[in-house]
Structure formats: C-alpha cells, structure tokens
C-alpha cells in the first residue's frame, strides 16, 4: 500500500497539472477553432517571467503569481486573439497549424533572448526559509505542499469554468460561439469578444500550469514546453469540447504515467513503453475514441501555384544542376556538407508538397520518415541503388502502416497522431539499443553505381541534386495528370468526393506511403553524407520548424521547397554564434511566420507574380518593337470582314480561364476552355 500511495499521489499531483492546462487548451479551440500547438509554450514563457518577477525583481510570491495570472496572460491572450488568431479557424488546418507552430517557435526564440541559458531555481510557492517546500506524511509516502496546491488549483479551475459556462451571460455565449457564431451575431452576440476572452483564460490557464510545473521539472525552454504538450492527450480524451472528459483524462494519464514508473520493471521488455505512456495515451485517444463527423458544405479550395509543364520541367531541372555545380564547385568541405543538408531538407519538405500542399494532410512527423529510411539504409550495409531503393520501400511501409489505424481521422486529429507516432519512433525505436542506440550513432557508406563508389563529398552532393530533380519532377508529373487532380479534389472537398463514389481512405493510405518514401529516400542519402548518424539527427520535435518553414515558403510548390530546405538548414549557422542571436533568429522567424503563413503558396507565391510581371513587361516591349501587319480578311456567316491582325477573332485572347484546374493559365477562347 505504501508503494502504491508513494506513486498514486505524484500520478495525481501531474494529472491536476495536465487538467489545468488541457482545460484551457480546449476552451480556447471550442470557441474559435483554433488548436494552440504553442499552448505549452506559452505556460514556458509565463514561468520565466514569474521567475523574473519573485526572484530577479524580488516581488513577493503571490503578487508576482497575481500579475502573470490575471494581467500578464490575459492581456497576451487578447491580443493573440486580435491579431492572430482572429478568422484562424476558418482557415485549411494546415495553415491554422502552422500559424501556432510559428507562436511555438518563436516563443522559444523570444524566452531564450529575454532569458539567456544559465541555471536558475523557482522555489515552491510554499517554501521555508532555505527554499525547500513544505510537506507532510501520510503513511511512508510525502506529500508536498505544492502537491496539494496543484490539486486544489485544478478543483477550483474545473468548478469555477462549470459555473462560468453555465451560470454566466459570457458562458452562454460562449456555448453559443462554438455551434454557430454567425447565428450569436444575429442575436446581437459579439464573438469576437467571447473569444477574445477564451485566449485570455486559456492562456492564464498555461501559465498557471507552468508555474506549479517548474519547481519540479525545472525552468528550461523545452522541458517545461513539452511536458505541457502532454495535455494534449487529456484534451483528446474530451474530444476538443468536454471539460468533465478533459479533467478524468488528465488525471488518468497522470496516474497511469506515474504507475508505469513504479510497477513496470526495467528489465521487462515492456521498460520501453515506460516514457511514452503520454504519446501512446495520445495515439489511443485518437484512433479508439468517436471521431467527429465530416464537414460538409461549401467547397474551401486552395489556389495553387503554376504547375509548369514537362518541357519547361526538365529545362529548369538541367539549369539548376549546372547552378549547383558552379556553386558547389569551390567550396570547402563543410560548406558542402551544409549544402547536402539542405538538399536533404528540401527533399523532406518535397513529401510534404504531395502530402500537404496537394493531398491536404497535415504530418507532425516527416523527419522520423526520414530516420526510418536512414536507419534502414545503415542497417541494410547495401550503399547501391538497389540498397537506396530498399530504404525508401521501407519507409513507404511504415508510412502505410500509420496511415491504417487512423484511416478514419481528418484534419487536426491526424495531425496529432503523426505526432505522437514520431514521439513513439524517437523514444521507443531510434533510442533502442538495437537502433541508433541512446546518444549512439550508426555509420553509413558512400553510395556506388555500378561498383563505383562516390567518394569526394562535392560528387555525393551532386548526386542528391540530381535525386532532388528527379523527384520534384515526378511530384508536378504527378500533378499534373489524374491522380494530382483526385489528391486536389480530396483536398478542397472530401465530402464532395465521398458523394461522388471515390474511396478516399485507401488513397490516403497510398498517399502517406508515398509522401514517407520520399522523405525515406531523402534520410538515406543524408546517412550516406554524413557517414554516422544517431537519434539526435530525426528528433520528433524538429518536424514542427520542418512544416513550418515548409508552409511560409510556399508548400504547394518545388520552389517553396528548395527555398524551405535551404532556410532551415541556414537556422543552426544563423544561431551558431550565441544562444541569445539564436533566440533572436528563431523569434523573427517565428513570429513572421504566423503572419506569412495563411498563404499555403507563400514566399514563392511572390517570386512567381514577380517573374509574371517582368515577363509582362518584356513581352510589352517587344511588341512594340513588331511591325504592324496589314488586316486580314475573315468570313463570318458568309460576310467578309476586315479583322486586325493583332487580335483574334472573338476579341478574348487577353481572358484568362483556369477551368483546367492545374493552375496553367488557359486562354478562354481556346478548345480547352471551351
């Protein structure tokens, strides 16, 4: 009994925690349809500065724990809810997802600039004279003060939201937001304010967790950040809108993580799971769980960049390789290897063109795609083509086997369960010893044609140049011909899809295979530049600035790509030189994101109207400089009539029409249109 007590009362103690901050997590997205990814972020940054205020400023406890609670939080919340998150949850959610995945990361960036890494303390809030917290016993088990101030704090958070929502005028409203916020409006309701005060107390509600979190787990910008990620799960288990489900979720995946810890033995061969009790809580949730009914309605579609077309394709492609070749050329070795990371992160973000930007799947976990593909090609000891090939074929099984059990799952909930498969694949797979091994590493050859090995890193470079062509080609081929208009229409209108007899699940399934075998094939060229890789080169958590970077320069198209990968591979040199540049790097990057990020087209989308308009003007100027031909004759219903050489004749060569659907401009008059 003692044994079961001494991890019963700290599995309550994390449970009241994770209650609190998934309590906000859902009340926020109940009202506005927006899933805060940095939610855990959020309760990071307001312990730092609970800290700064108790112990840098020296302002007593409770005053400090009353200004970052009801001053500080909400005011970030409101305004969060003004100018970001305002008409989010209308939008596709991959672009929902990545505006909180920019808040996510520059948040880090923001508290790692404020606060520069150095070891700090936050005391228990009810600490003696040397800083240590009060406790007492009950049996041989020690109850701590800031134990008992968690669970009363949940208590009070779940009954004072209960009488919020159902005793209030604004609780009123609120339920009234989350069915129909049009319908509030009519009745003279302002939904802009209700959820404009759904952020501040979702945030309060971060940052309270925050603060009763870390005198335990310690003040660290990722520790703290991804402890609250486990709220995710709770919130799953109240299917983003029950409270009561939320909190008896929380608590049991408190007490069930803190159980595993005491009763699973090191030596089974169930040790394994011990650390991924949340993310295996998370995945259960997800796929066990009812799922929430499709959205039918009006099509939302995504404009699309150009697709250009196979010629053009393979022109562009043999430019860029002799570019790459003269850049490439004179470099030193380090340089190339930054060079072959970034062709490697290119070709990642590749597989989220097809998944993303054109099949409307949003993966939190593309870069464990690519470990799996890394791995397999170190274990395979085959440095061939057929060996590459392997590697990619297994990443494509593992992809397909993900995409199986949440074949049911759209939107947000299968963004989720990637994450949690990266979670699993990260503590369960790449950290076994039969893998990567805990902070090992496996060495990889040099690839071979023909028993040829590639030696020079410069040649290996080109190589994945020429696999980046290769494959971005194969992606706008695909586009452009049936199968890239079904993944457009699965995307726009799953429910117009579903009506018209397609089988969506089994596509989707073929789909994520796909996408994970580009980012397969993509991790075991990497293994072979690098010639040892570990665990720490495929972290679930780098997937989250992957997406990101992918989104902002544009995710539906091979130039976003390119753009992307060469942008986070420029993030560690960028931030190399001290943790506070690093913190500025990742805050402008962050936050600029969650402005540039609702264009799923983006930064690319501008070099393309740009390259329009200069074209534009070229072709102005060269005709003005074309003589003018004489009329020429043209019959119209037996009626000869004089029609000016430079126009047609139905007068509409300068109309645009895209009733093609594969974003090539059409003339209207022409066979296509019609």
Known sequence: MDKFLAYLIPGIFTGSAYAIAASGLVLTYTTTRVFNIAHGAFGMVMAFLFWDFSQRQGLPVWLSLALVLFVVAPLIGFLIQRFVARGLGDSPVSVSLVVTVGLFVGLIGAATAIWPPEPRFVPPLLSDE?????????????????????????????????????????????????????????????????????????????????????????????????????????????????????FAGAMGLGIVDSMALGYIPTESFLADIRPVVPPLFLFAALVLLPQAQL????????????????????????????????????????????????????????????????????????????????????????????????????????????????????????????????????????????????????????????????????????????????????????????????????????????????????????????????????????????????????????????????????????????????GLMLLPVLSGSSPVAGGIVFLIIGFGAVFAGRDPNGLANLLFRLGRMLRAKVMARVDLNLPSLPPRRSSFGGATVAVSADEPVDGSAHEIDDTRGDGIPVAAGSKESR
């Open 130 to 246: 040397t800083g240590n917290d009060k406790s007492f016993g009950i049996g041989e088990t020690v109850v701590t003060a800031q134990q008992v101030i968690t669970v009363l704090a949940s208590i009070a958070v779940a009954v004072a939201l209960y009488m919020l929502l159902t005793r209030t005028r604004i609780g009123t409203a609120m339920r009234a937001s989350v069915d129909n916020p049009e319908l509030l409006k009519l009745y003279g309701g302002k939904p802009d304010t209700v959820a404009a005060l759904s952020w501040a107390i979702g945030i309060s509600l971060a940052a309270l967790a925050g603060i009763l979190l870390v005198p335990v787990v310690g003040l660290g910008y990722f520790e703290l950040t991804l402890l609250v990620i486990n709220a995710y799960a709770a919130a799953m288990v109240g299917r983003l809108k029950s409270l009561p489900l939320t």
């Open 295 to 566: 959205r039918i309605g009006q099509v939302k579609g995504i404009v699309s960049a150009p697709v250009p077309t196979v010629p053009r394709m393979a022109v562009t492609g043999v430019v860029f390789l002799i570019a790459m070749f003269v850049v490439v050329s004179p470099m030193p070795e380090a340089r190339l290897l930054l060079v072959g990371t970034a062709a490697t992160y290119a070709m990642v973000m590749l597989s989220l063109v097809l998944l993303t930007g054109y099949g409307g799947h949003v993966s939190l976990a593309q870069l464990t795609f690519a470990g799996v593909g890394a791995l397999a090609y170190a274990k395979l000891d085959s440095p061939n083509l057929i060996g590459l090939l392997l590697s990619a074929l297994i990443a494509v099984g593992v992809g397909a086997l993900v995409a199986l059990p949440v074949l049911r799952l759209t939107g947000l909930y299968l963004a989720l369960s990637t994450l949690a498969f990266g979670v699993l694949m990260d503590k369960v797979v790449f950290q076994n010893e039969r893998a990567f091994g805990f902070g090992g590493a496996l060495e990889a050859k040099r690839m071979s044609f023909f028993g040829n090995t590639v030696e020079t890193t410069q040649a290996y470079v080109m190589v994945m140049g020429v696999f980046f062509v290769l494959v971005a080609m194969g992606i706008l081929i695909l586009r452009r011909g049936v199968l890239g208009r079904l993944l457009v229409a699965m995307r726009d209108s799953p429910a117009a899809c579903g009506t018209l007899g397609l089988d969506l699940r089994w596509a989707r399934v073929a789909l994520f295979g796909l996408s994970a075998g580009v980012a397969g094939l993509a991790g075991a060229l990497f293994a072979g530049l690098r010639g040892t890789i570990g665990a720490a080169d495929f972290q679930y958590f780098n997937s989250l600035p992957l997406l990101l970077l992918a989104v902002v320069f544009g995710i539906t198209s091979v130039t976003g790509a390119t753009l992307g990968g060469i």
